[in-house]
C-alpha cells in the first residue's frame, strides 16, 4: 500500500517531499517543480559560500515545511499507531451482533474527522489571511461547525463548497468518500457506532495519501485567490 513507500514506513511522510513556497506565497509545493499556488519556478538548491570571520563557509539549500502546526506530524503518527494496534486488543467487540459491532478500528476515523477538521480551519484562515484578525477570528467563530465550514461558509469565502472544490481539482472519489466518512461520523457521535464498519475504515487508509494530496490541490488553488 502507499504507506510502504514512506520514508521509514512512517506515515509522517505524507508531508516529506512538500515545502512551503516563501514568504510572499503561503502555497505548498516540491521542490524541482513550478509552485501550483503562485507559478514560481522551481527552487534554487544550490550551496551558497558566504564568508563568516574572514572564512568561507558553504550553506546548504534549506526550506520551510509545509505542514502547519505540529498537529500535522501528530495526527498522522496517532492514524498509523491506530492502524498498526494488535487485533487482539479489540476483541472485546466480538460479543456484540455483527449488524450493531462497531469496527475495532472506528477510532482511527475519529481521529482523521479531527486532523481533516485543523486543515480546514487551516485552508480557511490562510485563504483568508488578508481579512482584519478580529473578523476572521469572529466569522470562524459563527461558523465553527464542519459541516458549515465546508458548506455555508466555503460558500460565502468561495462561492461554492469544498466537496465540488475537491471535484474540480479532479478528486471526484475523495469528495465521495470524505462526505461518506462525514455522515458515517455523524452517526456514530449520535447513537449508530455501528456505522463505522471496517468497510469504512479500510476505505479511509486506502485513499489516505490522495486525500493528502487532494487537500493540497485544493489549499493551493484558494491561497492564490
Not at 28 to 47: E, F, H, Q
Not at 182 to 193: D, L
Request: hydrophobic residues 40%; charged residues 25%.
Amino acid at each position: 500500500m502507499w504507506y510502504d513507500e514512506l520514508p521509514g514506513n512512517s506515515w509522517m511522510g505524507l508531508w516529506s517531499g512538500y515545502v512551503r513556497c516563501g514568504a510572499d506565497c503561503h502555497g505548498i509545493r516540491k521542490i524541482a517543480v513550478p509552485c501550483p499556488a503562485c507559478g514560481a519556478g522551481p527552487l534554487d538548491t544550490s550551496p551558497q559560500t558566504v564568508v563568516m570571520d574572514g572564512r568561507e563557509t558553504i550553506i546548504h539549500a534549506a526550506f520551510m515545511g509545509a505542514e502547519g502546526r505540529y498537529e500535522d506530524y501528530i495526527y498522522p503518527q496517532m492514524l498509523q499507531r491506530e492502524w498498526e494496534r494488535p487485533a487482539a486488543e479489540f476483541e472485546g467487540l466480538s460479543h456484540f451482533p455483527e449488524e450493531n459491532r462497531p469496527s475495532a478500528r472506528a477510532a482511527l476515523v475519529l481521529l482523521f474527522w479531527s486532523y481533516f477538521e485543523t486543515r480546514i480551519e487551516r485552508l480557511h484562515r490562510t485563504a483568508m489571511r488578508h481579512l482584519p484578525q478580529r473578523v476572521l477570528d469572529d466569522t470562524l467563530r459563527r461558523y465553527s461547525g464542519i459541516g458549515p465550514r465546508l458548506h455555508e461558509l466555503y460558500r460565502i469565502f468561495f462561492g461554492t463548497n469544498y466537496f465540488d472544490d475537491l471535484r474540480a481539482c479532479g478528486f471526484s472519489s475523495i469528495a465521495d468518500l470524505l462526505k461518506d466518512i462525514h455522515q458515517r461520523r455523524n452517526e456514530f457521535s449520535h447513537g449508530r457506532p455501528q456505522a463505522i464498519n471496517d468497510a469504512t475504515v479500510k476505505a479511509l487508509v486506502e485513499n489516505l495519501q490522495a486525500e493528502h494530496e487532494a487537500w493540497i490541490a485544493v489549499y493551493n488553488s484558494r491561497v492564490r485567490a
